[in-house]
Protein backbone atom coordinates (compact mmCIF):
# COMPACT_ATOMS: atom_id res chain seq x y z
CA UNK A 1 0.00 0.00 0.00
CA UNK A 2 1.55 3.33 -0.69
CA UNK A 3 2.03 5.20 2.45
CA UNK A 4 1.75 8.64 3.48
CA UNK A 5 3.22 11.25 5.62
CA UNK A 6 1.84 13.55 7.87
CA UNK A 7 3.08 16.01 10.77
CA UNK A 8 3.06 14.78 14.06
CA UNK A 9 0.80 18.17 15.50
CA UNK A 10 -0.02 21.54 14.02
CA UNK A 11 -0.89 24.46 15.82
CA UNK A 12 -3.41 27.48 14.56
CA UNK A 13 -4.88 30.83 15.95
CA UNK A 14 -8.89 31.23 15.55
CA UNK A 15 -9.97 32.22 12.48
CA UNK A 16 -6.63 32.11 10.66
CA UNK A 17 -6.33 30.08 8.16
CA UNK A 18 -4.55 26.19 8.09
CA UNK A 19 -2.55 24.34 6.13
CA UNK A 20 -2.44 20.66 6.65
CA UNK A 21 0.62 18.65 4.31
CA UNK A 22 0.46 15.50 3.38
CA UNK A 23 3.18 13.31 1.01
CA UNK A 24 3.00 10.87 -0.39
CA UNK A 25 6.10 10.13 -2.83
CA UNK A 26 5.12 6.77 -3.79
CA UNK A 27 1.58 7.24 -4.95
CA UNK A 28 -0.30 5.28 -8.10
CA UNK A 29 -1.73 6.63 -10.86
CA UNK A 30 -5.02 5.06 -9.73
CA UNK A 31 -4.48 6.55 -5.98
CA UNK A 32 -7.39 8.88 -4.73
CA UNK A 33 -6.02 11.01 -1.61
CA UNK A 34 -9.08 11.21 1.11
CA UNK A 35 -9.06 13.60 4.43
CA UNK A 36 -10.68 12.07 7.55
CA UNK A 37 -10.76 14.18 10.69
CA UNK A 38 -11.76 12.69 13.82
CA UNK A 39 -13.33 14.52 16.75
CA UNK A 40 -12.38 14.19 20.43
CA UNK A 41 -14.29 11.04 21.31
CA UNK A 42 -16.11 10.74 17.95
CA UNK A 43 -15.98 8.40 15.05
CA UNK A 44 -14.19 10.01 11.68
CA UNK A 45 -15.62 11.82 9.45
CA UNK A 46 -15.02 12.15 5.69
CA UNK A 47 -13.18 15.78 4.51
CA UNK A 48 -12.24 15.88 1.38
CA UNK A 49 -11.49 13.90 -1.94
CA UNK A 50 -9.39 14.20 -5.56
CA UNK A 51 -7.69 12.54 -7.45
CA UNK A 52 -5.49 15.01 -9.70
CA UNK A 53 -7.07 18.13 -9.83
CA UNK A 54 -7.74 20.31 -6.84
CA UNK A 55 -10.99 20.36 -4.85
CA UNK A 56 -13.62 22.43 -2.67
CA UNK A 57 -16.19 21.67 -0.50
CA UNK A 58 -17.98 23.26 2.42
CA UNK A 59 -15.73 22.09 4.26
CA UNK A 60 -12.16 22.71 3.33
CA UNK A 61 -10.06 22.80 0.07
CA UNK A 62 -7.40 19.95 -1.11
CA UNK A 63 -4.62 21.69 -3.49
CA UNK A 64 -2.51 18.38 -4.92
CA UNK A 65 0.71 18.99 -6.63
CA UNK A 66 1.12 18.59 -10.10
CA UNK A 67 3.35 15.09 -9.54
CA UNK A 68 0.63 14.05 -7.45
CA UNK A 69 3.60 13.53 -4.55
CA UNK A 70 2.21 15.83 -2.12
CA UNK A 71 -1.40 17.66 -1.14
CA UNK A 72 -2.51 20.30 1.51
CA UNK A 73 -5.56 19.63 3.44
CA UNK A 74 -6.75 23.98 3.60
CA UNK A 75 -9.03 24.90 6.45
CA UNK A 76 -9.88 28.34 5.34
CA UNK A 77 -10.72 29.41 8.91
CA UNK A 78 -9.82 27.34 11.83
CA UNK A 79 -12.22 27.04 14.51
CA UNK A 80 -12.45 25.67 18.05
CA UNK A 81 -14.57 22.95 16.49
CA UNK A 82 -11.73 22.13 13.65
CA UNK A 83 -9.31 20.70 16.30
CA UNK A 84 -9.44 17.17 15.51
CA UNK A 85 -6.67 14.61 14.39
CA UNK A 86 -6.54 15.05 10.53
CA UNK A 87 -5.89 11.42 8.37
CA UNK A 88 -4.52 11.77 4.73
CA UNK A 89 -5.16 8.35 3.46
CA UNK A 90 -4.33 7.01 0.07
CA UNK A 91 -7.29 5.12 -1.59
CA UNK A 92 -7.94 3.19 -5.05
CA UNK A 93 -10.55 0.14 -6.08
CA UNK A 94 -12.45 -1.15 -3.52
CA UNK A 95 -10.04 -1.75 -0.26
CA UNK A 96 -11.01 -0.50 2.59
CA UNK A 97 -9.33 3.13 4.42
CA UNK A 98 -6.41 2.17 6.51
CA UNK A 99 -5.54 4.97 8.92
CA UNK A 100 -1.92 6.10 9.93
CA UNK A 101 -1.10 8.22 12.64
CA UNK A 102 -2.69 11.34 11.84
CA UNK A 103 -2.04 15.07 12.17
CA UNK A 104 -3.37 16.30 15.57
CA UNK A 105 -4.27 19.80 14.95
CA UNK A 106 -4.90 21.89 18.17
CA UNK A 107 -6.62 25.80 17.62
CA UNK A 108 -5.97 28.49 19.88
CA UNK A 109 -8.57 30.81 20.99
CA UNK B 1 -32.11 8.75 7.28
CA UNK B 2 -30.21 7.42 10.65
CA UNK B 3 -26.57 6.61 8.86
CA UNK B 4 -24.65 4.03 10.75
CA UNK B 5 -25.81 3.02 13.91
CA UNK B 6 -24.07 0.95 16.66
CA UNK B 7 -25.80 -0.93 20.14
CA UNK B 8 -24.34 -0.59 22.52
CA UNK B 9 -22.82 2.70 22.87
CA UNK B 10 -21.06 1.07 26.05
CA UNK B 11 -20.30 -2.23 27.51
CA UNK B 12 -18.30 -4.02 30.34
CA UNK B 13 -17.35 -7.56 29.95
CA UNK B 14 -15.51 -10.21 32.22
CA UNK B 15 -12.63 -11.83 30.80
CA UNK B 16 -14.21 -15.12 29.07
CA UNK B 17 -17.38 -13.60 28.34
CA UNK B 18 -18.67 -13.33 24.97
CA UNK B 19 -20.80 -10.88 23.04
CA UNK B 20 -21.52 -9.55 19.78
CA UNK B 21 -21.70 -5.68 18.80
CA UNK B 22 -24.49 -4.03 16.78
CA UNK B 23 -24.29 -2.14 13.63
CA UNK B 24 -26.30 -1.14 11.21
CA UNK B 25 -26.79 1.55 8.18
CA UNK B 26 -29.90 2.47 6.04
CA UNK B 27 -27.82 4.07 3.13
CA UNK B 28 -28.07 1.01 0.72
CA UNK B 29 -24.08 0.59 1.02
CA UNK B 30 -22.59 -2.36 -0.16
CA UNK B 31 -19.66 -2.35 1.89
CA UNK B 32 -19.34 -2.29 5.90
CA UNK B 33 -16.19 -2.31 8.13
CA UNK B 34 -15.12 -2.72 11.00
CA UNK B 35 -12.64 -0.87 13.08
CA UNK B 36 -10.82 -0.86 17.09
CA UNK B 37 -9.22 2.43 17.99
CA UNK B 38 -7.15 1.50 21.09
CA UNK B 39 -6.38 4.89 23.71
CA UNK B 40 -4.32 7.14 21.88
CA UNK B 41 -3.79 5.07 18.45
CA UNK B 42 -5.17 5.34 15.29
CA UNK B 43 -7.98 3.43 13.84
CA UNK B 44 -7.06 -0.57 12.82
CA UNK B 45 -9.52 -2.56 10.76
CA UNK B 46 -10.87 -5.68 12.06
CA UNK B 47 -13.12 -7.12 9.42
CA UNK B 48 -15.22 -6.13 6.65
CA UNK B 49 -17.39 -6.78 3.89
CA UNK B 50 -18.01 -5.93 0.04
CA UNK B 51 -21.76 -7.12 0.36
CA UNK B 52 -24.20 -9.65 2.04
CA UNK B 53 -22.56 -12.99 2.17
CA UNK B 54 -18.65 -11.73 1.90
CA UNK B 55 -16.46 -10.97 4.14
CA UNK B 56 -12.65 -10.18 5.15
CA UNK B 57 -10.07 -9.77 7.20
CA UNK B 58 -8.59 -6.72 8.22
CA UNK B 59 -4.63 -5.99 9.93
CA UNK B 60 -6.37 -7.48 13.72
CA UNK B 61 -9.03 -10.22 12.84
CA UNK B 62 -8.05 -12.65 15.54
CA UNK B 63 -10.88 -13.27 18.30
CA UNK B 64 -13.09 -11.77 16.31
CA UNK B 65 -16.29 -12.95 14.02
CA UNK B 66 -18.39 -11.35 11.29
CA UNK B 67 -21.17 -12.21 9.13
CA UNK B 68 -23.42 -10.53 6.68
CA UNK B 69 -26.80 -11.59 6.13
CA UNK B 70 -28.45 -8.61 5.05
CA UNK B 71 -26.59 -5.52 2.99
CA UNK B 72 -27.85 -3.53 6.29
CA UNK B 73 -26.78 -5.29 9.21
CA UNK B 74 -22.39 -6.06 10.11
CA UNK B 75 -22.76 -7.90 13.50
CA UNK B 76 -19.51 -8.21 15.42
CA UNK B 77 -18.74 -11.00 17.72
CA UNK B 78 -16.21 -11.56 20.19
CA UNK B 79 -15.39 -15.16 21.13
CA UNK B 80 -14.02 -15.01 24.41
CA UNK B 81 -12.90 -11.65 25.65
CA UNK B 82 -9.74 -10.56 26.51
CA UNK B 83 -8.51 -7.63 28.50
CA UNK B 84 -6.72 -6.80 25.62
CA UNK B 85 -9.69 -6.39 23.49
CA UNK B 86 -10.38 -3.16 25.11
CA UNK B 87 -11.32 -0.65 23.04
CA UNK B 88 -13.33 1.35 21.12
CA UNK B 89 -15.04 0.01 18.30
CA UNK B 90 -16.46 1.73 15.11
CA UNK B 91 -18.34 0.10 12.45
CA UNK B 92 -18.15 2.19 8.65
CA UNK B 93 -20.16 2.01 5.71
CA UNK B 94 -19.74 3.01 2.07
CA UNK B 95 -21.40 2.82 -1.12
CA UNK B 96 -18.83 1.06 -3.66
CA UNK B 97 -16.84 3.38 -5.21
CA UNK B 98 -13.61 2.62 -6.59
CA UNK B 99 -11.70 4.78 -4.10
CA UNK B 100 -13.68 7.99 -5.39
CA UNK B 101 -16.27 6.70 -2.14
CA UNK B 102 -16.99 8.69 1.11
CA UNK B 103 -16.82 6.20 4.22
CA UNK B 104 -19.53 7.00 7.01
CA UNK B 105 -18.95 6.15 10.77
CA UNK B 106 -20.88 4.82 13.60
CA UNK B 107 -20.69 7.02 16.94
CA UNK B 108 -18.80 3.84 18.51
CA UNK B 109 -19.17 1.04 21.00
CA UNK B 110 -16.62 1.71 23.92
CA UNK B 111 -15.95 -1.58 25.54
CA UNK B 112 -13.91 -2.47 28.73
CA UNK B 113 -13.26 -6.42 29.26
CA UNK B 114 -12.03 -7.21 32.98
Known amino acids: DAKTTQPNSME ?6 VHLPCNHSTISGTDYIHWYRQLPSQGPE ?5 LTSNVNNRMASLAIAEDRKSSTLILHRATLRDAAVYYCILLS ?8 KGTRLSVIA | NAGVTQTPKFQVLKTGQSMTLQCAQDMNHEYMSWYRQDPG ?3 RLIHYSVGAGITDQGE ?3 GYNVSRSTTEDFPLRLLSAA ?3 TSVYFCASNRYGQGAYEQYF ?3 TRLTVT
Open chain 2, 106 to 108: GPG
Open chain 2, 60 to 62: VPN
Open chain 1, 46 to 50: YVIHG
Open chain 2, 83 to 85: PSQ
Open chain 1, 93 to 100: GNTPLVFG
Open chain 2, 41 to 43: MGL
Open chain 1, 12 to 17: SNEEEP
